[in-house]
């Protein structure tokens, strides 16, 4: 059974960092399309940096050249380093895998920016 679990959120000023780490178990980590979405309440859930099947790297434009995806496949951990961040980045944060046709998510850890 695939398990994702999302740890690094907290409260952080703005222009701070943070670093998201999502462990991952259940299946082989290699080649997984994996990354991470955001939520705030009263809005739908959407996607912040994910890796396809085929190894590209895809950002929503608000986070580009601020967030970094990375996974180090011998540690089944996928990564979002969080640099320059602002209070439109609070939300809670989902790690994501898309295996066997079927979507999984983590439980979603917070990150709140204050101004």
């Known amino acids: 059974q695939v398990q994702l679990v999302e740890s690094g959120g907290g409260l952080v000023q703005a222009g701070g960092s943070l670093r998201l780490s999502c462990a991952f178990s259940?299946?082989?980590?290699?080649?997984?399309?994996m990354g991470w979405y955001r939520q705030v309440p009263g809005k739908q859930r959407e996607l912040v940096a994910v890796?396809?099947?085929?190894?590209?790297?895809n950002y929503a434009d608000s986070v580009k050249g601020r967030f970094t995806l990375s996974r180090d496949n011998a540690k089944n951990t996928v990564y979002l380093q969080m640099n320059t961040l602002k209070p439109e980045d609070t939300a809670v944060y989902y790690c994501?895998?898309?295996?066997?046709?079927?979507?999984?998510w983590g439980q979603g850890t917070q990150v709140t920016v204050s101004s």
């Open positions: 890796f396809s099947e085929g190894g590209s790297t």
């Open positions: 259940g299946s082989t980590f290699s080649s997984n399309a």
């Open positions: 994501w895998t898309h295996l066997w046709g079927s979507h999984f």
